[in-house]
Structure formats: C-alpha cells, structure tokens
C-alpha cells in the first residue's frame, strides 16, 4: 500500500481550514470543561471522604464518651448499692429489733471496702413481700407507692445471685430510687429487702462526679490550646440523656443529644438504663485540632462556573481569531483580485496608445476612458480602505457646510457615465424637498459611490438604477435601488460590518463598501437599512438634522 505523507502545506491547510477549526475549537471547549468537571467533582469527593472520616472519628469519640460515664455510674452504683444492702441484709439476718436507718448506713460506711463510699443516705430500709411490709420508719401497707412498685417487680428479674435491682418510681412530687434484693435467708416471710434514696441524691453522688470529671478534663484541654479561649468551668460540650427502660429521666443536659455524632450505651445490671451521647459542635476543635472539614460546595460551584466561562470566553477569542485570520486572507484575496483587473486594462490600454494600435480617433478616445475609468476604481477602493482604516478614530470628524444635493448626485453619476454606458444601465435620479443639505459632502458623495458601485456590480447588464435624495427639513434620505438579485433577509444586519459579504454566490468584492456607508452614516448619527425593491434590493441611508440655509461645521 502506498505510504500517505501528510505535507507542511496541506497541514496549514487543515488548520485554515474554517470547518475544521471550528469543529477542533468545540472539542478542545467540552474535553476542557470535562476535566475541569472531573477536578471539581474529584475535589468535592476528597472533601466528602475527608468529612466522613471525620464524622466517623466524631462518633467514636462519642461512644468511648458514653463508654466512660456509663462505666463509672455502673461501678459507683454497684459499689454503693452493694455495700448498703449487705449491711442491711446482715442487720436482717442478726434479728431482734430494727435499728434506725441513719444505724444502718452507718455500719455500711464502717464495713466499705475504700474510704470513697457514695453517700446515698437511704431515707428508710425496707423487707417483706407483695403482702406485708416493714421498714425502719415504721409499718407500711400496700398503698406505699415505692412498695407496691417493688412489688410488681417479677421474680425472674431478682436472681438469687447476688444481684439487685434498681426500681425508680415517680410518686407525688418526689421521684425516689429503690433498690431491691431477693432475701437468702427468707426468715419471717421476709423475701425481698432494700433501701429507698431520693432521685437528686442518687443524681448528685452516683451520675454528677462522672459528668463534673468529664467537663474539667474538656476544660484541660481546651486551655493547653492556644487558639482556643478559656473554657468555663460549668460548660461541657456534651449533650447527655440518662434515663431507665421504662422511660423515667435520671439525667439531661440543657441540649438534648441529636445526630450526627451520637452514641448509645447500656447500662448493665441492676443498674438497667439507658446512656445517650453526642457530641456538639463546639466540642470539635477540642476533639479534632484542625476543626470539623468545612464543605465547600458554593466556592466548587463558583470556581466551576467561572472556569467555563473563562473556557467559553478563551474559545470566543479563538473562534474570533480564527475568523478575523479568515478575513484577512479573504480580504488579502479579494483585493488583489480587484485589483488586478483595473490594473490589467490600464496596462493593456496604454500599451495600445504607446504602441499607436488605436489607429482612429473613436479607438483612442476609448481607450482614455477605459483608462479613466479604472484608474477612478482604484482610487475608489483606496479611499475606502483608507476611510475604513480612519473612520471611529477620535481625530475622524465631519465637516458639514451646506452642499446642494444636485450637484452631490450628478457628480457621482458622472464619474459612474462610462461604466454605466459600457454595462448599458440607466441611472433613473429623483430629486425631491430642498435644494441644499447641512452635510459632509465628501462622507456624502463616498456613500453614493459606493451604494452605486455595489448597484452595478450585482446588477445585470441593460438594468435601471433608481437613486432618490429626498431633503426633509430634518432629514436627508439617499435610496439606491437595482434590479439584482436582492440581499437575503438573514444577510442584511451582517453585511454592514467590516469584511462581511453576502451568503449569495454572486457575491464578491473587498467587502468593505457597506462598511465604509455604516461608519459614514453613524458618524452623521444616521441610519442604514436595506430593503426589498420592486425587482432588486433598495438600500436606504437617512442622515438627520440637515440645515438646509444654515452654514457651521461640527
């Protein structure tokens, strides 16, 4: 197979190549905007994972929180509840009569194992069953509400174990915590004994000293941080909820637990309650030094948006290069060609008369016109480059005097009189309102010139031109209508910028006339616009504010 080898020249010509650069220029935009989604998206994903292994850094935290307290409070209720019951079931076990209960806890204290005993102080002991009770405060019927809760207690739940079982029971305007234990000995009909403590001394001695502890060692290490202020001595950044199964509150914070760092643990044995723990949000610097990973979805958002409409705008200026390269070559093109055919019938035509082959008078005078003729294009076509190039700078300015606009037309059809006989066309010229016009008569006459010369380029040979000036006190409208083939209604805003040329193939030229006509026309502050004639197109120009007996300059 014969081997394809891809020139330097033909390469320039892809890249020239409008279609394709273009189509080069789209893709580059989307691949660019998918990588540039795919970091966004990669660098919210790393923002999420580095959240969720912070929230799940957070709930540890939590749980090993709930773990502690609820260790301490099991131990210190064991401890004490263990060590008042013992006394009391050896105090039941000696006989003879009860002592006082302030006795009891006493002996408690003696018999402790450690000096650090709770000190509960039980308000009365009690023993019996779900029929008769005792306690040290004297007989007690089946009304008492602590009893008669104990009462209801199911045997499976009081093992002879060892074991005790804490009951909280709300009566009246008190809440008192009971704990209750299955009698070994079983003298008397005594089956179950126990001792009754008020809620707040329970909470005060058992819970509290855990929850102090926690908050000083959260003060500690909040103070050893230096971007942190001093924390005070009250405040924990804890929400804790400690309550029975039944649903009875032992402890609460001023701020509930709620999610999302949130822990739960039990309680074990008589103890049987229910610890909830969670973490809030100013706990986060302390438990995690670099803070809590902020999510920033509307700066990603942002930098995303942004980033597309640098790409959109660097793709716009590519296309807009590309584009204006374009237009330079065609331009480049177009003019040289333009060029090129004046030129040619110069140099042919006076070559003729130096070399004397115009033999008659009608043959030399012809070729003078010829002559003429072309050499009148070429300086029309460099003065609208030149004027093109001039017209927007700040030194460009009109010169407005009273111009008669009769004279204005016919010295413009008079400079067309050769190339409208040889193309055989008929200027039809309408003049209608005032004689004279306050206008720049060179910006004047470089409108008809070039509103004609379009005219005659794209009209067909044997057409009728129809130019009407018609001067209100107001306004001066120019019309140059032809018999071709009209601008197509998409084509007739485009054509009036620089370069720009009709999508019609008939079209060709510089480019550049028209535009000349709009920067002329808007520096009067006037409008241009073309229209559909009766066969052809009809190009109207309206210069406002012409002072038809006054003189002045702007």
Do not use: C, K
């Amino acid at each position: 197979m014969p081997q394809t080898h891809l020139s330097a020249a033909d390469f320039r010509r892809f890249l020239h190549s409008s279609r394709r650069v273009g189509q080069l220029v789209t893709v580059a935009f989307v691949v660019a905007v998918a990588l540039l989604a795919a970091g966004a998206w990669a660098t919210w994903q790393a923002g999420e994972n580095h959240r969720r292994t912070a929230d799940e850094a957070l709930r540890d935290q939590a749980t090993y929180l709930a773990g502690m307290i609820a260790s301490g409070i099991q131990n210190n209720g064991w401890f004490a509840g263990r060590t008042l019951l013992r006394a009391w079931d050896e105090t039941l076990h000696n006989g003879g009569p009860w002592p006082a209960t302030d006795s009891i806890t006493a002996r408690a204290a003696r018999e402790a194992i450690g000096p650090d005993l709770p000190d509960l102080r039980p308000t009365r002991y009690f023993a019996g069953d779900a029929g008769s009770w005792r306690t040290t405060t004297g007989p007690a019927g089946p009304s008492d509400p602590v009893l008669a809760a104990v009462s209801r207690v199911h045997d499976d739940s009081m093992a002879v174990d060892g074991t005790f079982r804490m009951v909280v029971v709300p009566h009246g305007g008190d809440t008192t915590v009971a704990f209750a234990m299955i009698n070994g000995h079983a003298e008397h009909n005594e089956r179950w004994y126990g001792f009754e403590t008020p809620l707040a001394t329970f909470r005060q001695q058992i819970i509290t000293p855990h929850i102090t502890y926690l908050a000083a060692s959260f003060r500690e290490l909040r103070d050893s941080m230096p971007q942190m202020p001093v924390m005070a001595d009250s405040a924990i950044p804890l929400s804790i909820s400690i309550a029975t199964l039944d649903g009875v509150p032992l402890y609460r914070t001023r701020t509930a637990p709620a999610a999302p760092w949130m822990a739960t643990r039990w309680l074990a044995g008589g103890l049987a309650s229910q610890i909830v723990l969670s973490i809030r949000p100013d706990a986060v610097p302390i438990l995690i030094q670099s803070g809590y990973p902020v999510r920033h979805t509307a700066a990603l958002i942002g930098g995303f948006l942004f980033g597309v409409v640098l790409l959109a705008l660097a793709s716009l200026l590519v296309r807009r290069t590309l584009a204006l390269s374009r237009q330079r070559e065609e331009f480049t093109s177009s003019v040289s060609h333009e060029l090129r055919t004046p030129l040619t019938n110069i140099q042919l035509f006076a070559e003729t008369l130096l070399l004397d082959r115009a033999r008659t008078a009608d043959e030399r005078r012809m070729a003078l016109e010829t002559i003429t003729r072309e050499t009148r294009r070429l300086v029309q076509m460099v003065e609208n480059v030149l004027a093109l190039s001039r017209v927007g700078r700040p030194a460009e300015t009109l010169v407005r005097r009273p111009e008669r606009i009769e004279q204005l037309v016919q010295d413009v059809i008079y400079s067309f009189d050769p190339l409208l006989q040889s193309r055989q066309i008929t200027a039809d010229v309408q003049l209608l309102g005032g004689e004279t016009a306050s206008v720049d008569g060179d910006a004047v006459r470089r409108i008809l010139v070039n509103l004609i010369d379009n005219a005659v380029r794209y009209g067909p040979v044997g057409q009728r031109l129809r130019i009407t000036a018609t001067n209100h006190p107001g306004q001066l409208e120019l019309q140059v209508e032809d018999e071709g083939p009209g601008v197509p209604l998409a084509d007739r805003d485009r054509v009036w910028q620089p370069f720009e040329r009709g999508s019609s193939a008939h079209d060709s030229g510089t480019g550049i006339g028209l535009a000349v006509v709009h920067q002329l026309v808007r520096l009067h502050g006037g409008t241009a616009r073309i229209e559909s004639g009766s066969r052809g197109a009809r190009v109207v120009v309206a210069l406002p504010a012409p002072q038809p007996t006054s003189m002045g300059t702007t």
